[in-house]
Nanobody, 128 residues
Framework: QLQLVESGGGLVQPGGSLRLSCAAS????????IGWFRQAPGKEREGVSC???????????NYADSVKGRFTISRDNAKNTVYLQMNSLKPEDTAIYYC??????????????????WGQGTQVTVSS
């Protein structure tokens, strides 16, 4: 059974940092594209970042314009985990963050078309 578990969310002040983790069980993350998505209250879910599978595009990454230069997605194959390092956080980054596993990253980072397995989400709140 494929399972994804997010962790690392919490309350942080503007300008602060958090590192989210997406741990997999039942499958090897390395063979899948992994996307991070978020949903703020009253808004639609949107894509944040995606990292392709090693076999597909050599682990290439893409980011939403709103997080470029502040967020970094990465893999730790030994731990079967994907991370989202979030720096210079802003109140508008407040949302529930989800990771998802799929066949490939889309050129449109918010596309959920290729993703079939989702975690339960972790809350990130940026507030003073």
């Amino acid at each position: 059974q494929l399972q994804l578990v997010e962790s690392g969310g919490g309350l942080v002040q503007p300008g602060g940092s958090l590192r989210l983790s997406c741990a997999a069980s039942g499958f090897t993350l390395n063979y899948y594209a992994i996307g991070w998505f978020r949903q703020a209250p009253g808004k639609e879910r949107e894509g944040v970042s995606c990292i392709s599978s090693i076999s597909s595009s050599g682990g290439s990454t893409n980011y939403a314009d709103s997080v470029k230069g502040r967020f970094t997605i990465s893999r730790d194959n030994a731990k079967n985990t994907v991370y989202l390092q979030m720096n210079s956080l802003k109140p508008e980054d407040t949302a529930i963050y989800y990771c998802a596993a799929g066949s490939r990253c889309s050129g449109y980072v918010s596309s959920e078309y290729f993703f079939g397995s989702w975690g339960q989400g972790t809350q990130v709140t940026v507030s003073s």
